[in-house]
């Protein structure tokens, strides 16, 4: 589920959070009794359970054989899929395995829940089968009580045989997070600093730190000193703590009081603060003992009694630092960063309307020739301020920066000229920086389009969803649909936030991922999203593509969508289903299905065989088999797209131009999308944009990309129209017929220089050829040994500029 859902809902205010209530309570979500909870990795469904308190909540997956978190988190069934602190609300978790994974629990029938003595609650649940073959069964039960600041967790293991029990639990905490153990103490803890979550893990009743494995599938092991024989087993328990940072598990398992810190900034847009204890008793805890604040300023953290010196920091400020005096109640502190040196941006278009923007800063040298590095303002997977850019849905933002100079890079996508700026930045000085975007590609009647790409819901990744939706209108990506892993998704909520709606259209989707890899991947939209059902209403996956497909192309009762295989190996796909060098017929029924195809990387479009065989990788090479598959009788589209799954440059440097009756991204129907990719009315790029169109005297009007018509005779002309910004530029163009490069027609700068212009049109020809009795044209133009460059960062402004069309399919000697 996103950060951010969009309903009703999620305006709600919890019952456990008023002032006042601290009696614990579990049920059952559904329609009446759904909540708001803030954190990138919120999961729950209905039919899962919700346990809560005034100082906590967490989520308990339903038991079933279908219950999975996400794509990569399977089998949660009594699992924790969800937890975090009421008052620094931030759900990182993907999932607490009771018993490490070892034990299945597939059988709701199985629960028991209700009321503890002396007020809490309890949650039971006995597995259905274990995965080792030991004859064991293991029960879990999860406890909480009134004004606690943990769940406590028993699981309990019975049978004939429990000697080889080893008392641990599976923790899946992806990427960001930082896994270690308090020392002197019996909690080990992960950590993600930028998400502000920490989640203990503290054995009861044993003295020594439990260990990590170094799994993707952590196992907090426990030691043999928390394992307690029972009868007919054996048992072990733990209290699972969330916490802000490791300092603050650390003063809650002490039983610390909260001490609430306001950083206030000089600034208007509050950067990403760090505070940290400098000097003060923190027992064992290293010092300095550092901790986030939220966007706000504002943070949350347990600490003993004493006094402490803390210090506030941020990207840009001067640190402060300031002595408190912690008593045994709880208290507010108020620090004041010092002096930001700071960017305040305001980006518009030509007509003076602010627009949304990418801005890329680049250290260079300072006036007496001191270098400055490029500054890192945030994470890849963080929305905003990520790497060393902004991305900004308004065009205006106010950004701490180190002292130093920079060159900034403004851009908002291939069709606008990128400003560039350079300033020079003395310690607590603000430098405004004011840009006018010009659109000089002009694009008339196509829209471009992203039709795949991630964030965390997907389980591969742990990208906010939000950052994916800025990336997107950022880079002018007018068209994109949601197409999360393994559910269904929307990105209406996060463009409702950002307040972009009229800048991209989109529409519900998903990417069915199963095995075999890499040809049963497929995206799917539109589709009907069920925001609080498994998968968010979408099919299961299967390990035949075939039937995979099928079953793709038949959900929400056969409704009209688009189906687009990602990234296949054509030559398994078509030929080799095994790849063992024989032809056995592949998976090719799965052409029967599919709308589009994949067919990146472009540029592949001007290799030879010998040059594509000579590849590290030549079954990622697409394009040749692709028109191979058409010249063959399957005229299947092709697509390029990011499969973006981080935020810093992910997209943006691939997209698709297709045909539309309207220029404004608020006026787009998903229906004439869908229509326009099914027909292959598609332009595929890095960047540069291109028009072909076909003539003939038998034609009232030229054929367009993905048009079909028939000609008296194959004598025709091809119009060739190529237009770049700034940052780019093409020297060759080809013309491909039935997947074969026309060595005649073949145009590059270096060679006809007077074919090529330098202004925003670089070509602007119109070719004649001889076509045979059925044909199709492809036209391809790349600037060969150039770059997209520094506009898409240091990774993908590598690829080079290309443009793709689809066919045009020409039937000649028509009478």
Same mark, same amino acid.
């Given at each position: 589920?996103?950060?951010?859902?969009?309903?009703?809902?999620?305006?709600?205010?919890?019952?456990?959070?008023?002032?006042?209530?601290?009696?614990?309570?579990?049920?059952?979500?559904?329609?009446?009794?759904?909540?708001?909870?803030?954190?990138?990795?919120?999961?729950?469904?209905?039919?899962?359970?919700?346990?809560?308190?005034?100082?906590?909540?967490?989520?308990?997956?339903?038991?079933?054989?279908?219950?999975?978190?996400?794509?990569?988190?399977?089998?949660?069934?009594?699992?924790?899929?969800?937890?975090?602190?009421?008052?620094?609300?931030?759900?990182?978790?993907?999932?607490?395995?009771?018993?490490?994974?070892?034990?299945?629990?597939?059988?709701?029938?199985?629960?028991?829940?209700?009321?503890?003595?002396?007020?809490?609650?309890?949650?039971?649940?006995?597995?259905?089968?274990?995965?080792?073959?030991?004859?064991?069964?293991?029960?879990?039960?999860?406890?909480?009580?009134? =004004? &606690?600041?943990?769940?406590?967790?028993?699981?309990? /293991? %019975? @049978?004939?045989?429990? !000697?080889?029990?080893? $008392? +641990?639990?599976?923790?899946?905490?992806?990427?960001?997070?930082?896994?270690?153990?308090?020392?002197?103490?019996?909690?080990?803890?992960?950590?993600?600093?930028?998400?502000?979550?920490?989640?203990?893990?503290?054995?009861?009743?044993?003295?020594?730190?439990?260990?990590?494995?170094?799994?993707?599938?952590?196992?907090?092991?426990?030691?043999?000193?928390?394992?307690?024989?029972?009868?007919?087993?054996?048992?072990?328990?733990?209290?699972?703590?969330?916490?802000?940072?490791?300092?603050?598990?650390?003063?809650?398992?002490?039983?610390?009081?909260?001490?609430?810190?306001?950083?206030?900034?000089?600034? =208007? &847009?509050?950067?990403?603060?760090?505070?940290?204890? /400098? %000097? @003060?008793?923190?027992? !064992?805890?290293?010092? $300095? +003992?550092?901790?986030?604040?939220?966007?706000?300023?504002?943070?949350?953290?347990?600490?003993?009694?004493?006094?402490?010196?803390?210090?506030?920091?941020?990207?840009?400020?001067?640190?402060?630092?300031?002595?408190?005096?912690?008593?045994?109640?709880?208290?507010?502190?108020?620090?004041?960063?010092?002096?930001?040196?700071?960017?305040?941006?305001?980006?518009?278009?030509?007509?003076?309307?602010?627009?949304?923007?990418?801005?890329?800063?680049?250290?260079?040298?300072?006036?007496?020739?001191?270098?400055?590095?490029?500054?890192?303002?945030?994470?890849?997977?963080?929305?905003?301020?990520?790497?060393?850019?902004?991305?900004?849905?308004?065009?205006?933002?106010?950004?701490?920066?180190?002292?130093? !100079?920079?060159?900034?890079?403004?851009?908002?996508?291939?069709?606008?000229?990128?400003?560039?700026?350079?300033?020079?930045?003395?310690?607590?000085?603000?430098?405004?920086?004011?840009?006018?975007?010009?659109?000089?590609?002009?694009?008339?009647?196509?829209?471009?389009?992203?039709?795949?790409?991630?964030?965390?819901?997907?389980?591969?990744?742990?990208?906010?969803?939000?950052?994916?939706?800025?990336?997107?209108?950022?880079?002018?990506?007018?068209?994109?649909?949601?197409?999360?892993?393994?559910?269904?998704?929307?990105?209406?909520?996060?463009?409702?936030?950002?307040?972009?709606?009229?800048?991209?259209?989109?529409?519900?989707?998903?990417?069915?991922?199963?095995?075999?890899?890499?040809?049963?991947?497929?995206?799917?939209?539109?589709?009907?999203?069920?925001?609080?059902?498994?998968?968010?209403?979408?099919?299961?996956?299967?390990?035949?593509?075939?039937?995979?497909?099928?079953?793709?192309?038949?959900?929400?009762?056969?409704?009209?969508?688009?189906?687009?295989?990602?990234?296949?190996?054509?030559?398994?796909?078509?030929?080799?289903?095994?790849?063992?060098?024989?032809?056995?017929?592949?998976?090719?029924?799965?052409?029967?299905?599919?709308?589009?195809?994949?067919?990146?990387?472009?540029?592949?479009?001007?290799?030879?065989?010998?040059?594509?065989?000579?590849?590290?990788?030549?079954?990622?090479?697409?394009?040749?088999?692709?028109?191979?598959?058409?010249?063959?009788?399957?005229?299947?589209?092709?697509?390029?797209?990011?499969?973006?799954?981080?935020?810093?440059?992910?997209?943006?440097?691939?997209?698709?131009?297709?045909?539309?009756?309207?220029?404004?991204?608020?006026?787009?129907?998903?229906?004439?999308?869908?229509?326009?990719?099914?027909?292959?009315?598609?332009?595929?790029?890095?960047?540069?944009?291109?028009?072909?169109?076909?003539?003939?005297?038998?034609?009232?009007?030229?054929?367009?990309?993905?048009?079909?018509?028939?000609?008296?005779?194959?004598?025709?002309?091809?119009?060739?129209?190529?237009?770049?910004?700034?940052?780019?530029?093409?020297?060759?163009?080809?013309?491909?017929?039935?997947?074969?490069?026309?060595?005649?027609?073949?145009?590059?700068?270096?060679?006809?220089?007077?074919?090529?212009?330098?202004?925003?049109?670089?070509?602007?020809?119109?070719?004649?050829?001889?076509?045979?009795?059925?044909?199709?044209?492809?036209?391809?133009?790349?600037?060969?040994?150039?770059?997209?460059?520094?506009?898409?960062?240091?990774?993908?402004?590598?690829?080079?500029?290309?443009?793709?069309?689809?066919?045009?399919?020409?039937?000649?000697?028509?009478?």
């Amino acid at each position: 589920m996103s950060y951010f859902r969009v309903t009703q809902v999620f305006f709600l205010t919890l019952v456990a959070s008023l002032p006042g209530v601290s009696a614990a309570t579990i049920e059952t979500i559904g329609p009446g009794n759904r909540f708001p909870m803030q954190g990138k990795e919120v999961d729950w469904i209905d039919g899962d359970y919700v346990i809560r308190n005034d100082k906590i909540v967490a989520v308990i997956a339903r038991p079933g054989r279908l219950r999975d978190a996400n794509m990569t988190v399977r089998g949660a069934g009594a699992g924790v899929i969800d937890l975090t602190r009421l008052d620094v609300q931030s759900d990182q978790l993907s999932c607490f395995y009771p018993g490490a994974g070892r034990y299945q629990f597939f059988d709701d029938s199985m629960v028991e829940h209700g009321d503890l003595e002396n007020g809490g609650v309890f949650w039971r649940c006995t597995s259905t089968a274990a995965l080792a073959s030991n004859d064991t069964a293991a029960t879990v039960e999860y406890q909480l009580r009134d =004004g &606690d600041s943990f769940l406590q967790v028993t699981v309990r /293991v %019975e @049978g004939k045989d429990v !000697s080889s029990i080893v $008392p +641990a639990d599976g923790v899946r905490a992806d990427r960001t997070f930082k896994f270690a153990a308090i020392p002197e103490t019996s909690i080990a803890y992960c950590e993600d600093q930028v998400f502000r979550q920490t989640y203990g893990f503290e054995s009861v009743g044993n003295d020594n730190p439990p260990q990590w494995s170094n799994d993707r599938l952590k196992q907090v092991r426990y030691g043999d000193g928390a394992l307690n024989r029972v009868e007919n087993g054996v048992s072990w328990s733990i209290r699972l703590i969330p916490a802000s940072s490791p300092v603050d598990l650390w003063g809650i398992a002490r039983g610390a009081a909260p001490q609430t810190f306001f950083v206030r900034a000089a600034v =208007g &847009d509050q950067p990403r603060i760090k505070l940290s204890v /400098v %000097e @003060g008793d923190l027992g !064992s805890i290293k010092l $300095p +003992a550092a901790w986030r604040s939220g966007p706000d300023g504002r943070s949350i953290v347990h600490l003993p009694p004493g006094q402490y010196r803390i210090r506030a920091e941020a990207i840009g400020h001067e640190p402060v630092e300031t002595v408190i005096e912690v008593k045994d109640d709880e208290a507010t502190h108020e620090l004041q960063l010092g002096k930001a040196t700071r960017v305040v941006a305001n980006v518009t278009d030509t007509h003076g309307d602010q627009i949304p923007c990418k801005v890329t800063f680049y250290g260079i040298d300072t006036p007496d020739g001191k270098a400055t590095p490029n500054p890192v303002f945030g994470l890849d997977s963080q929305s905003g301020s990520v790497g060393n850019c902004v991305y900004s849905a308004d065009g205006t933002f106010v950004r701490s920066i180190p002292p130093g !100079s920079y060159e900034l890079l403004i851009s908002r996508g291939p069709e606008y000229d990128v400003v560039f700026k350079k300033i020079n930045l003395k310690p607590g000085e603000a430098a405004e920086v004011s840009a006018r975007l010009e659109r000089v590609v002009d694009t008339s009647g196509w829209i471009s389009a992203e039709l795949h790409s991630h964030s965390s819901p997907s389980g591969d990744n742990t990208s906010e969803q939000l950052g994916r939706v800025e990336n997107l209108i950022c880079e002018h990506l007018e068209f994109a649909p949601c197409t999360e892993h393994q559910r269904i998704e929307s990105y209406d909520d996060q463009l409702e936030i950002l307040g972009a709606s009229r800048y991209m259209a989109t529409c519900s989707g998903m990417e069915l991922t199963g095995s075999l890899l890499p040809i049963n991947h497929q995206n799917a939209f539109p589709l009907q999203w069920k925001p609080y059902a498994q998968d968010g209403g979408g099919p299961r996956t299967d390990g035949d593509p075939v039937k995979q497909i099928a079953r793709l192309v038949m959900w929400d009762e056969d409704a009209d969508k688009v189906v687009q295989t990602n990234h296949p190996n054509l030559r398994q796909m078509v030929h080799d289903r095994d790849l063992d060098g024989k032809d056995d017929g592949g998976f090719a029924k799965m052409l029967d299905y599919m709308d589009i195809i994949e067919v990146h990387p472009p540029e592949d479009i001007f290799l030879s065989p010998e040059q594509v065989a000579e590849k590290k990788n030549p079954d990622a090479s697409r394009m040749q088999p692709w028109m191979d598959l058409i010249k063959n009788g399957r005229r299947i589209p092709g697509v390029v797209n990011t499969d973006a799954h981080y935020n810093w440059h992910g997209s943006g440097w691939l997209r698709n131009w297709v045909r539309c009756s309207t220029d404004d991204p608020a006026e787009i129907e998903t229906d004439e999308m869908t229509r326009r990719l099914e027909t292959g009315q598609i332009i595929m790029s890095t960047g540069p944009y291109m028009t072909v169109q076909l003539h003939h005297e038998d034609l009232e009007q030229p054929a367009e990309v993905g048009d079909s018509v028939a000609v008296s005779h194959g004598r025709v002309e091809v119009s060739i129209k190529v237009q770049c910004a700034n940052w780019l530029d093409i020297n060759r163009v080809e013309v491909f017929v039935n997947g074969q490069m026309q060595g005649e027609l073949s145009r590059t700068r270096a060679k006809h220089a007077d074919d090529f212009e330098d202004g925003v049109v670089k070509f602007d020809q119109r070719l004649p050829i001889t076509l045979p009795e059925d044909a199709f044209v492809i036209v391809a133009a790349i600037g060969e040994r150039l770059e997209l460059g520094r506009v898409m960062g240091e990774n993908y402004g590598r690829r080079p500029p290309v443009v793709v069309s689809n066919p045009i399919y020409v039937k000649t000697n028509a009478p």
